[in-house]
């Protein structure tokens, strides 16, 4: 069954460390596709990034970075040189197509603590 | 900068009465999703609609909530009758497939 794992509950960081989340999602499709979202304190949930299973490439975005792996089913976000504005609550999700629908998973989230 | 939209944004109502909740996707989004958060839950997906036909509404309680798309511009979730129990936060999300842009949610408290 698929399933999508934040084992760290929450973090806590000072501000201008790097800071590295974890994601660990199982599934049965070859096809299916990993995001990550954060929600900040106002509880609106912002997109980040989708990656489809096809593509392993890292991807850089700013200070923000994506490392996929296969290998491990682990799709890690990294924050470099934190910010009091990276606090927020960060998910993690995973879609994929089953029983003629797609399906869509989200991780328990993480909550980012970024301290001045 | 085109957004989701959702009314009400905080609903306060006592059990047994009727909510209905309205989202606006964003114009040209073909799919659109009701989540609802809750502290023990976490995420949940309720439903989705694809070209306004509902493709998958196996998260949601069949006997009281209910998901409908009368136009393109309009998604509702009703709940009836509301318990305590539905009290959490329901977002819903538009986008291509596999990107969902999300509104600010409505915060419905049923006593």
């Known amino acids: 069954a698929q399933k999508v794992t934040q084992a760290q509950t929450e973090i806590s960081v000072v501000e201008k460390e790097d800071v590295t989340l974890d994601c660990v999602y199982e599934t049965r499709d070859t096809t299916y596709y990993l995001f990550w979202y954060k929600q900040p304190p106002s509880g609106e949930l912002v997109f980040l990034i989708r990656r489809n299973s096809f593509d392993e490439q890292n991807e850089i975005s700013g200070r923000y970075s994506w490392n996929f792996q296969k290998s491990t089913s682990s799709f890690n976000f990294t924050i470099t040189a934190s910010q009091v504005v990276d606090s927020a609550v960060y998910f993690c999700?995973?879609?994929?197509f089953g029983s003629g629908t797609y399906k869509y998973i989200f991780g328990t989230g993480t909550r980012l603590k970024v301290l001045a | 900068d085109a957004r989701v939209t959702q009314t009400p944004r905080h609903k306060v109502t006592e059990m047994g009465q009727e909510v209905t909740m309205r989202c606006q996707p964003i114009?040209?989004?073909?799919?659109v999703f009701w989540y609802r958060q809750t502290m023990m839950q976490g995420l949940e997906l309720l439903a989705y609609?694809?070209?306004?036909?509902?493709?998958?509404d196996s998260g949601m309680p069949k006997d009281r909530f209910s998901a409908e798309m009368p136009d393109a511009t309009l998604a509702t979730l009703k709940i009836q009758p509301s318990e305590p129990r539905d009290s959490a936060v329901y977002f819903c999300?538009?986008?291509?497939?596999?990107?969902?842009?999300f509104g600010p949610g409505t915060r419905l408290t049923v006593t």
């Open positions: 999700a995973l879609s994929e």
């Open positions: 999300a538009s986008g291509p497939v596999h990107e969902q842009y």
């Open positions: 609609f694809r070209n306004r036909a509902p493709l998958d």
């Open positions: 114009l040209g989004h073909n799919t």
